[in-house]
């Protein structure tokens, strides 16, 4: 009997514990500090001039960086009180999964419970603005012509065909992929810098043949499939990454390009020779970056951040290896491609342009959602008091009009940082950064050195995706043949002499239709 | 039973009008009223899933992995915990289960690491020790023969362990007099096993197989998805994987309900088999 | 009472006990790597190779940065003991009761509910509908969120109601004749003596319960309410899926020590347990009841 006096007991508990717990939703005031603080908006304020309204209550839905480490409460309260000060917005944040997927899955349920969130970010904005999630922020942005200026041309990634502006873009167009060489083993070969693909594949050889890691685990060149046709393609092809318009004027995925082959042909080589790393195609990427910070790895031809946001811890390892970019030519041009922000996704896994702060369709108060966002944007100051605090206690300028400042506590969550971007990064910089080489890319504004790079001609448009997937229901299965049988090429699996096997089976797929579609859709967009 | 009852009607069959969603057009964002606005699309996601040049390859990998964890999978706890349940020492019994727990708990995220490391064809363990004996390292994640190998030995490392539990569990129910009576009549260890030991556990042997029989069109998503790669799709892409990449291309939460109503269905028809065909044998089953 | 052992016997002894021994390092391994990549620095993890057996020089930074003061892994830790206690006790609670109640032969529409209830452990509609089940019985962003939604495991119940049904039916044809309520005899005769299946389902609920993140995830909104997996897994997972840049900002992933560290640390309360709950597997309980 004790036993079931217990058990009673629990349910009791669990039952007052609900109830109470439902009160305490995601609304109450004190809550969205970590650890629970006392936080109110009042604590702190020493408001110069009474705010004559009410404060607007505005929630962010946070997604943490990857190593997120919650920031001091107390430091949390000041950024919390010092936005409500300067532009009358109580901001709260939830926090979200670090994880894309995660992130994602837990902000449609949200939306779809119909829970407050006013101000998120999203990779998908144009899906979200078809189903009316979105608060149309043109007229409002009339009233903040500071906040356009400063993103001048990007603000095209987050506009509908119609001119409506849906958001403040996260990027605009820049070069995210470059051919990273090790420098000083180049120097030690007594090599220049490759300036074209044939350059490139000598460097390889010399980085094989002469080991400079030791241990015959030199890797000369490391890769992956998604970013691969970004870093070269554009060498063999006309558009790179862009869409390839073929003789009879139809327009479908760079992979349909003849020279697509060539590229495959000479990878095919370099791989028989053992210029590729034989499992670069199954790395997950934190294996890529460990092979990286080993120092194993000649040449990376990888998202940038690969290499810059792991050359320092390289260097503990090996202090005189450093990267450098090889810009290369091929036979059509420049091997690189130019991210646009809004471009053809099929066949590229990350078009930055969609990626974007919005404002929920169902927010009170959509003005006070700019304003806030304006606050952080156009002034350096805020977006670094956003991120570490109150200026003299978290930070400090070095050196204001470059930008430059001194961090004076460790690094902080970001929990209020609604200003990441382009924009923001590339106009301050810390003084010392753990990540000099990535601080130099983008600070540097290395990332928009469009010189590089040849820009595709899709760069620009907005597809409309659905009416895609609608028309050609097996898009994913020209997808998956596209991965599988250009891998299968590379490695040999497969002999090159059955490439037109290969394309016949992404007609049968629907590769027909699809030219026809994007061919509609870039033809409308571009009368 | 009230309150397990009423915890199925609502937490349960109400949410079961959502399968609809599988016959509608519905974004991953849409409240209830979306749903019930949205168009009505009928069969046309399951045709979109059927009309795919993958479908029969998908759904022929999902069935072969599934089959080879039940053939080689299902026994393995079955016979780790009959082994264990012969030892005597005490602490030596409670340290070994302890540790064949270990796996369970090892996120699938490292597990996956470790297996790349370990097949690794640039001196992985395995490798290494082929070469030793003087043969040629295999290239065991990127290659269609060996991939589903791998696949299952790492869900039965994952799982021998803790799936022997419920069988020690069981165990323990058999009498002891049982066993003290078999060996007075002079029945040695394989007898004991096979007539009393066996028999003893068989009831909860044939509804854990009823249950895994279910289970076909999973063959083990999380697994699968972090080990396999475009080099392996032919014979690695199961039907969740499939409707997963899809879904992170084309946003389609439509199409994965249908899916997974699909899968569902399956399911049901395969377990309502097997549990009338165990009646039939006259062995316990779920009703 | 001791026996001669026969020789056969010894032998097929030794090989059990190789066996038994040479598993156990397979599984043992594995977890021993993970921790000793916990106490380790990058530089000498990325200096010896990645895989290694043994430390040179300890480093507890990892365990650092994930215990240090600024952390939620304390309230949290506290959030899953509590979910963990409550949670097992009301799904062992509604899981016997259902289990007991389906066990009977003579309920009426025992089939039915039975496979209605089997029903619903095939026929998931999805994430949504989950969700606004949730939402709209006013549990989400509660610790309500934990309990309830996933009250009973379909599998499970229907072990535990098939354990039930061995038991005699003297047994409880014996009580009621002196005059003992259904209840009485549930809570007093049927679950003392199922024991051992009792102790294994409520230790599938514990341990469900501990290493849930995904319920904690979409259901809780509140950083003060957040499991110890939900923490841990966003330091896990950051950098595991190929190529997708996170929306919020390129920042190198953390250290695979931090990763390790946070794998021990949700891994080894729930180990420990299992020492302690093995007192409960006790043999030939069933013995004597028939007979007396």
Known sequence: MKKTKRVLACLTAVLLLGMAGCGGGSNAPSEGTVGGGTGSAGSGVTATEAPSEEPVKLIYFFQPPANYQPTDSAVLQKIRARILEDTNVDVEFILAPIDNTEYNNKLNLMLAGGEQLDIFLTNGWEDLQRNGVLADLTDVLKEYPELTDVFGNAMEAMKTNDNKIWGIPRNGDAVHYPVWIRKDWLDELGLEVPKTIDEFETVLKAFKENDLAGNGKTIPMLTSFENLPHCLLGAYTENGTGVYTSPDGLMMPFFMDPGYKDMLTELNDWYKDGLIDKETFIYKDNQRIDLIKQGRVGAAVLWFSRVSLNEQELKKLVPEAEYVIASLEGPKGKAETVNAYARFPIGISTAPGTTGYVISGKCKDVDAAIRVLNWGFTNTGNYITSRYGIEGEGWQWADKDAGVFDLLVPQTGDEYCMYKGLVTEMAVRESISPNEKHVEYIYGKEIVNFDRAKYPPDGGIHFDMKTIYDTVPNVSDILRIYQEESIKFITGARPLSEYDAYIESLKKSGMDQLALEVTKQVEAATK | ?287 | MKRKRAVSERIADFFIYAGLISLALIFLIPFWMVLVTSVVSESERLSRGLLIMYPRKLDFSAYQTILSKNSQIVSAYGITLMRTVVGTACNLLVTSMLAYGLSKKTLPFRKTITLGIFFTSIFNPGLIPAFLAVKYTGLYDSFGAFIVPNLVVVWWMLILRNFFMQIPDELEEAALIDGASPVTVLFKIILPLSLPSLTTIGMFYAVWHWNSWFDGMIYISSSKLFPVQVVLKNIISASMVENLDLLAGSVPPPLEAVKSAAIMVSTLPILAVYPFVQKYFVKGIMVGSVKG
């Not at chain 2, 069988?167 to 096979?194: C, H, M, N, Q």
């Open chain 2, 1 to 287: 039973m009230v309150p397990g009852l009423l915890f199925f009607i609502i937490y349960k069959y109400i949410p079961m009008l959502g399968i609809v969603v599988a016959f509608k057009d519905v974004a991953p964002f849409d409240g209830v009223a979306e749903i019930i606005s949205a168009p009505w699309v009928g069969f046309r996601h399951f045709q979109n899933f059927f009309s795919s040049v993958f479908f029969w390859e998908v759904l022929h990998n999902t069935v072969v992995i599934s089959l080879l964890y039940l053939v080689l999978g299902f026994p393995a706890p079955i016979i780790f915990a009959l082994v264990i349940n012969e030892v005597t020492h005490l602490r030596f019994k409670k340290v070994i289960q302890t540790i064949s727990y270990l796996p369970h708990f090892l996120s699938m995220v490292v597990v996956a690491g470790m297996v790349t490391n370990l097949c690794s064809p640039n001196g992985g363990l395995i490798n290494a020790i082929i070469e030793f004996f003087g043969g040629e390292p295999v290239f065991f994640l990127g290659s269609n023969q060996h991939i589903r190998g791998v696949i299952t030995l790492t869900a039965i490392w994952q799982e021998i362990g803790w799936g022997s539990i419920i069988y020690l569990a069981a165990l323990t129910g058999i009498s002891a007099e049982l066993y003290e009576a078999a060996t007075v009549d002079g029945a040695g260890r394989w007898k004991r096993l096979i007539h009393i030991t066996l028999p003893g556990i068989m009831p909860i042997i044939s509804i854990m197989f009823i249950l895994q029989i279910g289970k076909v069109l999973d063959a083990g998503f999380e697994r699968v998805l972090l080990l396999y790669n475009p080099s392996v799709y032919q014979n690695a892409d199961i039907i969740d994987t499939f409707v997963y990449r899809k879904g992170i291309n084309e946003l389609q939460y439509s199409f994965s309900t249908a899916v997974g109503l699909f899968k569902s269905v399956i399911a049901f028809v395969l377990i309502t088999g097997t549990n009338w065909v165990t009646k039939k044998l006259g062995q316990e089953t779920l009703w």
